[in-house]
């Protein structure tokens, strides 16, 4: 199977910092979002989750259009990973899209495409997922975030030449005086048109050295996220994400895989196990990976794993482990 990149999404370095600058304390995002407060410290999460906790800031933030400006305002340039470090670093604005967009794949689920043609420069924002797009607030920040790249990197404040969203953004004024162009609302498309002349603006950032040693370790890292993974590690993967609070079935990790649930289960059938079993084995691990942590406590881990009462979790962990859960924390924890 080839991974579909928009199954698995890094959060961005930052954006709970970035969140804290703004006076949205974490927990209340995971909350509003309907997720586990551990959500906070996983590095991935699942497509429905990453749109979900954008979605609660935007709740939380109230208008979309400063929710926008502010957070694009927010990020520090120190705390990028190494995909968005080598935009800034490079030549100029357009080197800098141009790696931006290649290396876009790595951190899913939308995708850029860059078309330069007479005074324009348009960069248009497609979904990995076409059924499932973005919240409007992580378009607008995706897009703000584009010119923000320009305005560091060239040390000149740029302004668009025109910006079109599928979807109402709040105050348009305030975005207006952001991009410092025209926003069109209910498009076709969600795009940034640039002037053209301004990609050719060098970066002050440029690091010719930093870019020899970012650049094959990106490349190889594209790669290798491109390469073939089981069904059964990305199947796995989705499940112990989203177990929390419920009961989860085929249907919503055959949803996450953007298939349906008869080609999934054929796929498992294939690398001989089910559904099931995998569902099985994930509570099973999460199990001991949150036991092992004092701080939650039994009934706690029980949610967490998608039981809805604390007998129907011990019941299955003695089939598990032959013993209950209070007495393989202590014996691993005497063990450490």
Known sequence: MKLHSSDRIKMPLGFWAGLRQLGIADHDVARKAQLPLTMITEPEVTGAQYFAIWQAYSDLIGDTAKGIIKLAAAFDTAKYPPTVLATYHARDYRDALNRMARYKQMCPPESLRITEEDEDCTIELEWQDTERPGPPMLVGITLAFLLELGRRGTGHPLTAKLVEFSHSMGDLQTLEAYFGCRIQINAKHNRLTLHRRDLSRPFISYNEEL??????????????????????????????????????????????????????????????????????????????????????????????????????????????????PSNWRAQHLDTN
């Not at 706690?300 to 598990?320: C, T």
């Open 211 to 324: 870019l020899e040693i970012l650049t094959p370790f990106l490349d190889q890292s594209l790669d290798e996220q491109q390469r073939s993974l089981s069904m059964t590690e990305m199947v796995k993967w989705i499940m112990k994400r989203s177990l929390t609070g419920g009961r989860l079935n085929i249907q919503a990790v055959a949803k996450e895989l953007s298939m349906s649930d008869r080609t999934l289960q054929r796929r498992l059938n294939d690398e001989n196990t089910s559904f099931k079993e995998l569902l099985i084995q994930a509570r099973r691990e999460q199990a001991q990976e949150y036991l092992a942590d004092p701080s939650l406590d039994i009934k706690e881990v029980a949610y967490l794993i998608g039981y809805e009462d604390q007998n129907s979790f011990y019941r299955a962990f003695r089939i598990w482990e032959g013993m209950t």
